[in-house]
């Protein structure tokens, strides 16, 4: 568009993915979110998080912006996912 300018390159700026897994709100949920979300984020450096205002406690919220919208990172967050919920269920 005339008058707008995008410091970024076109693929880049356009590239997203946004992902939430929704479960029913109860306690286990928010305790496994935790558990899921600090093992992820301490040994991978991936961060998982929880829902905001009415969705607290009810998804957890995955977000790939920009160079790190790539099949091999949404790989690699699945496959951490998948690890760090295998983890919890053996803690």
Same mark, same amino acid.
């Given at each position: ?6 410091? %970024?390159?076109?693929? /880049?700026? $356009?590239? #997203? !993915? ?13 305790? %496994?979110?935790f558990? /899921?979300? $600090?093992? #992820? !984020? ?6 998982i ?30 496959q ?6 295998k ?5």
């Open positions: 568009m005339e008058g707008r300018h995008y410091p %970024l390159d076109a693929q /880049v700026r $356009t590239k #997203s !993915l946004f992902v939430s897994i929704s479960f029913a709100s109860n306690l286990e949920v928010v305790e %496994l979110w558990t /899921v979300w $600090t093992r #992820s !984020l301490k040994r991978r450096n991936v961060e998080a929880g829902g905001l205002g009415p969705t607290a406690g009810r998804i957890w919220r995955i977000g790939l912006m920009g160079q790190n919208a790539t099949e091999e990172r949404v790989d690699m967050v699945l951490v996912l998948d690890e760090a919920i983890a919890a269920g053996n803690a």
